[in-house]
């Protein structure tokens, strides 16, 4: 403990933590948000279906991931404080971040075989990816206030979602260019496999070889966490039972417990965009070829990340003038009016601006989340259980986002029914943040 003491606030530590966003953010990008989605949507088109069957029923191709999507957060919800709960009374939780990176990287090769053949071990590593890829995010998030001081945590969070944009951007840009031009890279049709598939699957590989190989720096400094006292019966349940205690706390801290209700909320919204954006652009927008298609979304994509940047940092200045939770409102605001826009979206330059808009208020939302909740937590060394309970609200919120946006697609025959859906939850969210400084 006195080392953990001894090295917070320091560059060394604080650089370290960010840099895991830099080696675990391409997961997000390349295999969530671009590559991935289509390949997917490329895998049925080729195949001339737009269903498959799962376990006996018939299931269209995009409901289909946001049901695998809502039932991966199912587990992650119920994983995450087990893995709290054994962290903090082994005082070694960086033990579970490296398991859970690593699980996470080696689902990402695993998608190199994703196939309609073998859908049942493709759909697997995909939801052994997105576990990977929250958990280890969950665990190293709950380092936040034990390395940086309160006045820190802002700008430091910001920087790591920077440092996420720009490695995921560096090798997103790699798979493009082998993507779009296979040849260059000796990649050719063969086996009855089109070149460009086949560049998409080595995308997946390089993501799990980057993210396990970048996590080493944060591994080497990032102490292991703090040992709690007590008894070490049932240490496996003891999760759930520090979850109870945070709820139970949560009751002597209004301010926090009106935040995280707020936070549940809007953050239904922003997680399913996030995971849903590629989907509904290769799904709803009038794309000219399937080569359009693939340049296009990839290009919105890198546009959201790019300005991504700028809006994490424009936004932790922003919350220095007016606040934390002033500027989450503002920008929640922003989120309604994109929702709404993205219900008319038609053609590649109405995503294009769409694409634009997100990426001022993805990241600033994202980071500002996290370090406002850091800073409303009590003087405590538990921020294990504290910041379980931040995730397991957050995954809980993305079942019912992710779950509901497939439902209503798959009833509507249209995901631009879902975005109005999505614009109701970030109004609530809206109201409920105007609460968080009230007294009465």
């Known amino acids: 403990m006195a080392q953990t003491l001894a090295l917070k606030g320091s560059k060394k530590l604080l650089n370290a933590w960010a840099f895991y966003d830099w080696a675990n953010s391409v997961y997000s990008l390349v295999i969530s948000s671009a590559i991935f989605p289509l390949f997917y949507g490329l895998l049925f088109r080729t195949a001339g279906i737009e269903e498959v069957t799962i376990f006996g029923g018939e299931i269209a191709r995009a409901p289909l991931i946001s049901y695998v999507t809502s039932l991966a957060f199912v587990f992650i919800a119920i994983v995450t404080p087990l893995v709290s709960g054994v962290a903090d009374y082994m005082g070694n939780k960086k033990v579970f971040l490296k398991f859970f990176c690593y699980l996470g990287a080696a689902s990402c090769i695993g998608l190199y075989w994703f196939s309609l053949e073998y859908i049942y071990f493709g759909l697997a590593c995909y939801f052994f990816g997105l576990v990977g890829f929250w958990v280890s995010f969950a665990i190293n998030n709950s380092y936040l206030p034990d390395i940086a001081y309160p006045e820190q945590q802002d700008r430091i969070s910001a920087k790591g979602f920077s440092l996420g944009y720009i490695g995921s951007v560096i090798l997103l840009v790699f798979n493009l260019a082998m993507v779009m031009n296979p040849d260059i890279f000796g990649i050719t049709d063969k086996g009855g496999e089109i070149a460009e598939m086949k560049a998409m699957k080595y995308s997946f590989i390089s993501v ?65 965009i996030m995971l849903i954006a590629t989907y509904f652009g290769e799904e709803e927008i009038v794309w000219g070829s399937d080569s359009e298609r693939t340049t296009g979304l990839i290009v919105s994509i890198l546009l959201i990340q790019i300005v991504a940047i700028l809006g994490a940092t424009a936004t932790a200045r922003a919350s220095k003038v007016f606040g934390n939770i002033r500027t989450l409102v503002v920008i929640n605001i922003i989120w309604v009016l994109l929702c709404v826009y993205a219900y008319f979206l038609q053609t590649p330059m109405d995503f294009y601006i769409a694409a634009g808009l997100v990426g001022i208020v993805m990241g600033g939302i994202q980071a500002l989340s996290r370090s406002t909740y850091s800073k409303f937590l009590p003087d405590t060394t538990d921020t294990t259980s504290f910041f379980s309970f931040y995730d397991v609200a957050e995954k809980i919120g993305i079942i019912i986002g992710t779950f509901m946006y497939g439902m209503i697609s ?27 400084d009230k007294k009465n």
Do not use: C, D
């Open 410 to 436: 798959q009833l509507t025959g249209s995901m631009r029914n879902s975005t109005i859906f999505l614009a109701i939850f970030f109004l609530i969210g809206i109201f409920l943040l105007t609460r968080v």
């Open 208 to 272: 799990g070889i980057w993210w396990a190989l970048f996590s080493q720096y944060t591994f080497k400094h990032l102490p292991k966490g703090y040992k709690r006292e007590g008894e070490r019966h049932h240490i496996i349940l003891n999760g759930f039972k520090e979850l109870k205690l945070v709820w139970h706390q949560l009751g002597e801290n209004r301010k926090l417990k009106r935040y995280l209700g707020a936070f549940f909320t809007y953050s239904m919204a922003v997680q399913t």
